[in-house]
Each structure stands twice: as C-alpha cells, then as structure tokens.
C-alpha cells in the first residue's frame, strides 16, 4: 500500500510540474521581444522612435482596453495620461516625458505619494505619485519645480520618474491619491 500512494505522489508530482512548465512557456510566448533577456522596454533610443499615436484623428481620446471607472490611464506608446472619472469621464489629459524605464503594461495602484522629492536625475520635483518598480527604480508621476521637462545629464542613469507640467502636475496630485487605480498601456 505504501508503494501505490508514492507512486501517485509522484504522478500528481510530475503532472503539477508539466502544468507549471507549459504555464511558464505561455508566459513567455507573451513577454514582447523588448523585454526578453532583463532588459528594461525603454532602453534604448530607436525603441522611443518608433512610437505613434494610436488614433492619429483624436490622439487625445481615451483608448479602448484601457479599464473602467475611476483611474490614471497611462499610454508608455503615446506618452500620454488621462485621468478618468468614476463615470468613465475624462477630466483632463496631457502629454508627458517618461524616464528611461518603462513600467509593464498593466493595473497597478498609487502606493505613495510626496510633495517634494530630488528625482533620480538630480532635479527638484513636486507632487511625486508613485505607483509601482521595476528592477529597483521606483517609477512615478511628478513635474519639475523649476518647469523643465528635466532633461537627463547622464543618460546611463535609470529614472522612473514621468514628467508632466506644474498645471498637469497639480491636476494628476489632486486625482491620484492612494489606491486609485493606475492602468499602464502600450
């Protein structure tokens, strides 16, 4: 008796394995080729190049997939966020300048905030939101106190931080208090 019940240990053992083997090979298939090999979305120049509006009529409305109810909706193509209303309203939208890492395509939700912080590039921001990480950069919303866009000096440097304006920046800190819903999209 002992030796049947090893025996289907062992079968259940081995078909959790196989299970858990074709799972990670789907997830791999849908990894884009950008990403494969540890590499953040972002890093590299013609990457940023090749990115286009999505609707070229009204690259301002709201895309489709990008969630319901109220949230941050973040395009990494279209370089863009709209702030959403629990109706599926958008209150405002704006261009922005992301850092040299890209968040995942995704929902998340704002863990922390600041009023004032030193962004990773050495430049005074206001009005921090922060949302997720990636390989250990935080990655958030925030606008320049002296106005820039925040040109970096040493493009080597990970930053995670997206710019937007002062304007936009006050609009995104008043929306975007803990727990709203951030959803990233191509």
């Known amino acids: 008796m002992a030796g049947s019940s ?16 074709f799972l990670a090979y789907q997830a791999q298939a ?26 070229l ?7 489709s997939g990008s969630g319901t109810g109220e949230r941050v909706v973040y395009s990494v193509d279209d370089d863009r966020v709209w702030l959403v209303s629990p109706g599926n309203r958008v209150q405002r939208t704006f261009p922005v300048r992301p850092g040299s890492v890209d968040p995942l395509p995704g929902l998340y939700w704002v863990t ?15 009005h921090v939101v922060r949302f997720t990480s990636v390989d250990g950069t935080a990655i958030g919303f925030s606008a320049a106190v002296d106005g820039s866009s925040g040109t970096m000096a040493d493009p080597s440097v990970k930053t995670g931080g997206i710019r937007e304006n002062r304007a936009d920046g006050d609009a995104l800190w008043k929306f975007a208090t803990i727990g709203v819903p951030v959803m990233v999209i191509r």
Not at 57 to 63: E, F, G, I, K
């Open 112 to 126: 922390s905030r600041s009023n004032t912080a030193t962004g990773t590039d050495g430049i005074p921001v206001e």
């Open 57 to 63: 009529h009204n690259p301002t409305a709201l895309p």
């Open 30 to 55: 849908t990894v884009p080729a950008s990403l494969r090999g540890g590499r953040a979305a972002n890093a590299s120049a013609p990457a940023a190049a090749t990115k286009a509006p999505r609707d």
């Open 6 to 21: 090893s025996g289907i240990v062992a079968g259940l053992a081995a078909a959790a394995l196989g299970t858990v083997a």
